[in-house]
């Protein structure tokens, strides 16, 4: 082990870090944390915080997990790798399908294409909906549809749907035949409607009008969150989802629900999209899958699906995608012991005690700082405070500020996440009363700072 001296002096000098400016990071160097024990970590300085940010959405269980870590041990003493690709599989990775197809089952869901992360698990939805409509006979159905603010992961397919600028400018030319349909977001939209209901519907309507222009013969499917998590936690009117789904089904496109960051208990139910009384055609997994104890992940597939891909007698069912990593059966023993243990500790039940409470925490400190404009949550452990200059105008808040205010917070006892002019809340869904009451206050002393 390095001296604390020597990872001091070459933090961030050897490495670029995702969603950073590089020279940002070496103006500003991280902070470097060394250690962390059931809902804190703690830095290199020996400072001790509640993670208000949870890993980034993962670490659902916190990092004291005993049972997780102790399948992974003895996995990587039984079978360590081995490849899943035609002609071979493992036990671990058998049992974890039959465990996740039980407990997707109410959301219609009844296979898994196992995948290296959230990325790669939209990658493999996007071209499994193409792949669906090129097998019934509807090849012309290539483009996909999503929402503005919206976030899909980094690679290519994937920030071709997203929704932010941040994540699409400096990559583009992207993907072709991605259009993108104005969020339900009540404090910025462009139909200026607050209503929840009444946006929703507006919304829904645009994206109506975008099938028709498009041509809905053209379209392969619908990818969207049942909350936008990392565009700024943006939780729709319950309206709106199921609006989607029968849109979908009304003109024959898929729907694809991202669910990297609400499976698993998130929002108070086990998936975003029962949270809403939807079943998505496919759902796409990662994070909390293996605790973020292992890079790991899933797409799971509707009854619907399988029965086309697996009735095909043709060839063109055949699946061209896949990860060196798929199915890992280190990853496969993680997710085995994690979903035993989410389940075992009911944490979507905590997750909305405790979201409660973490929302109307916000909420009075709303009507206390002059400087937050919109606060948003009330499903589950997601939330976000977004912070403006001028609440007129709307107009965000400079950066040096709310970096202030995320570091004054740190000091304080919690770390959170800035995204641009918001900060975002997802703490561990294992977190108790006086740990969230920590989250709390440490902003109260942040926003008190400036």
Known sequence: MKSENFLKENNARSLWHPMAHPADS???PPEIIMKAEGVKITDINGHQTVDAVGGLWNVNLGYSCQPVKQAISEQLNKLPYYSIFRGTTNDVIIELSEMLRDFFEPDGLSRAFYTSGGSDS???????????????????????LSLKKGYHGTHTGGASVNGN???????????PGCYHIPAPYTYRNPFNETDPQKLAQACLSA????????????????????????????????????????????YGILLIADEVITAFGRTGSWSGSRHWGVKPDFMCTAKAITNGYFPFGAVLISDQIAEIFEGDKTGKAAIGSGYTYSGHPVGAAAAIACLKETVSLKVNDNASARGEQLFAGINALKTKHGIIGNIRG????????ELVSDKTSKTPIDKATINNIQKTAYESGAMVRVSGNNIILSPPLIINEDETDIIISALDTGFGSI
């Open 26 to 28: 070496i103006a500003n």
């Open 207 to 250: 994206m109506e009008d975008e099938i028709k222009f498009q041509g809905a013969e053209t379209i392969a499917a619908m990818v969207m969150e049942p909350i936008l998590g990392a565009g700024g936690v943006i939780p729709p009117h319950e309206t709106f989802m199921p609006g989607v789904r029968a849109l979908c089904d009304k």
């Open 122 to 144: 939209i990658e493999i939805a996007l071209r499994l909906a193409r792949q669906y409509h090129k097998i019934r006979g509807e090849a012309g159905r290539v483009k996909y």
């Open 378 to 385: 009330g499903h589950g452990l997601m939330c976000a405070l």
């Open 165 to 175: 600028a941040n994540f699409r400018t400096q990559y583009e030319p992207l993907m």
